[in-house]
């Protein structure tokens, strides 16, 4: 069974930092891209940042500069490290893992960037 198990997500005041924790099955870690993806109030759920197995990332560029995705084999974890936070990236954060047609989602973790 695939599972997917986000943390870290609370509140933060702009331009503070977070860090969002996703342990995966490690029966997909190591074949699968990792991912972040977004979904905002009355938005559609978008791209954040993905990570490959060769650790080739992609980032939004709403993002970049801001955001780092890593990942750590050993744990089977991926990470999204977060900087100078807004409040447009107030949204639930979602971790993902596709490969071809196959796609896992975790149930989200809520990032509110408010003062």
């Known amino acids: 069974q695939v599972q997917l198990v986000e943390s870290g997500g609370g509140l933060v005041h702009p331009g503070g930092s977070l860090r969002l924790s996703c342990a995966a099955s490690?029966?997909?870690?190591?074949?699968?891209?990792m991912g972040w993806y977004r979904q905002a109030p009355g938005k559609q759920r978008e791209l954040v940042a993905d990570?490959?197995?060769?650790?080739?990332?992609n980032y939004a560029d709403s993002v970049k500069g801001r955001f780092t995705i890593s990942r750590d084999n050993a744990k089977t974890t991926v990470y999204l490290q977060m900087i100078s936070l807004k409040p447009e990236d107030t949204a639930v954060y979602y971790c993902n893992a596709r490969l071809a047609s196959y796609n896992y989602w975790g149930e989200g973790t809520l990032v509110t960037v408010s003062s």
């Open positions: 490690r029966s997909i870690f190591s074949i699968y891209t």
């Open positions: 990570i490959t197995i060769g650790d080739s990332t």
